[in-house]
Nanobody
Framework: QVQVVQSGGGSVQAGGSLRLSCTAS????????IKWFRQAAGKEREGVTF??????????YYTDSVKGRFIISQDNAKNTVNLQMNNLKPEDTAMYYC??????????????????WGQGTQVTVSS
């Protein structure tokens, strides 16, 4: 049974930074696609960034609105991924969810179904 545990988040003023972490475990497949989603009040859920743990920190994806501000990286614990969020803006306020999919090869991360989800964590950015 795959488990996804996330931590971090909180409240910060605009321009500040927060860090989220996500750990996936329990699959017989050794690597995962790990993707961060967010959902603001009254809006649809959107994909923010993802990484394939088999690539180390290589070739992550970012949605345009966070490019240059958010950094996704893999921790020394292989299936732990961190999301460093810098220069936060009020429009980044949302519930952030980590999701995982066991995978062989990073290409699948673009279209795979993310079946395993973390519990969600609130990020609030005040102006």
């Amino acid at each position: 049974q795959v488990q996804v545990v996330q931590s971090g988040g909180g409240s910060v003023q605009a321009g500040g930074s927060l860090r989220l972490s996500c750990t996936a475990s329990g699959s017989t497949v050794s690597n995962y696609c790990i993707k961060w989603f967010r959902q603001a009040a009254g809006k649809e859920r959107e994909g923010v960034t993802f990484i394939y743990t088999g690539d180390g920190d290589g070739n992550p994806y970012y949605t345009d609105s966070v490019k240059g501000r958010f950094i996704i990286s893999q921790d020394n614990a292989k299936n732990t991924v961190n999301l460093q969020m810098n220069n936060l803006k009020p429009e980044d306020t949302a519930m952030y969810y980590c999701a995982a999919a066991p995978a062989v090869g990073g290409t699948v991360c673009y279209w795979t179904s993310y079946k395993y989800w973390g519990q969600g964590t609130q990020v609030t950015v005040s102006s």
